[in-house]
């Protein structure tokens, strides 16, 4: 298994680009999150899915869209880049999504200039 | 919602002392609390963890603590190593909830 697989590893965008951050995971986990990772502010949630088909939003879901039409796959979009979006971007899943150890991916480092 | 605050942010300790971290949550039907541990441009990746209808639990050097009436809980590592050195999590989540809140970390350097 290769567990929860992100990429890129790295992007660079401009202020108003738009991209998709992509994330797959080969552990038929129901449940998959974006988080991402702010110096002192710890991780937070932007959007998270129970299963294929089903999204909700999390802590800060502003400026970003996701869709999970595979239960593989839970791709991040953002459509007009800012540069308050520079972080560390995480994926993590688990089986159910319920009182369980989160599986995270290695992250993307995304710089909005 | 949720919120998870956690102290100290920096914590500095000799090889060999012992080290705690201490988190308090906001939502009283929270029932789930685990401890995330990240090693520097690594991901961070569960080390304990800890339910609502158990006190405290241990793993070898590490221990989690769970006051449910303060709504606190805390993480002590005893003997403390320096692959101990990384940023700690903590973390709360519901059952029927499917959002886990972190708090801010704590960066835990253990001097040789």
């Known amino acids: 298994n290769a567990g929860v697989t992100q990429t890129p590893k790295f992007q660079v965008l401009k202020t108003g680009q738009s991209m998709t951050l992509q994330c797959a995971q080969d552990?038929?986990?129901?449940?998959m999150s974006w988080y991402r990772q702010d110096p002192g502010m710890g991780l937070r949630l932007i959007h998270y899915?129970?299963?294929?088909?089903?999204?909700d939003q999390g802590e800060v879901p502003n400026g970003y869209n996701v869709s999970r039409s595979t239960t593989e796959d839970f791709p991040l979009r953002l459509l007009s880049a800012a540069p308050s979006q520079t972080s560390v971007y995480f994926c993590?899943?688990?089986?159910?999504?319920?009182?369980?150890?989160?599986?995270f991916g290695s992250g993307t480092q995304l710089s909005v200039l | 919602g949720e919120n998870v605050e956690q102290h100290p942010s920096t914590l500095s300790v000799q090889e060999g002392d012992s080290a705690v971290i201490k988190c308090t949550y906001s939502?009283?039907?929270?029932?789930?609390f685990p401890w995330y541990k990240q090693e520097l441009g690594k991901r961070p990746q569960l080390i304990i963890d800890?339910?609502?209808?158990?006190g405290e639990k241990k793993d070898q050097r590490i221990a989690v603590t769970l006051n449910k009436t303060a709504k606190h809980f805390s993480l002590h590592i005893t003997e403390t190593q320096p692959e101990d050195s990384a940023v700690y999590f903590c973390?709360?989540?519901?059952?029927?909830?499917?959002?886990?809140?972190f708090g801010a970390g704590t960066r835990l350097f253990v001097k040789a």
């Open positions: 993590a899943s688990s089986l159910t999504g319920q009182d369980e150890k989160l599986f």
């Open positions: 552990m038929n986990h129901e449940y």
């Open positions: 899915s129970v299963g294929a088909g089903i999204t």
């Open positions: 939502d009283s039907a929270s029932n789930y």
């Open positions: 800890i339910r609502s209808n158990v």
């Open positions: 973390a709360a989540s519901y059952t029927g909830g499917f959002k886990t809140i």
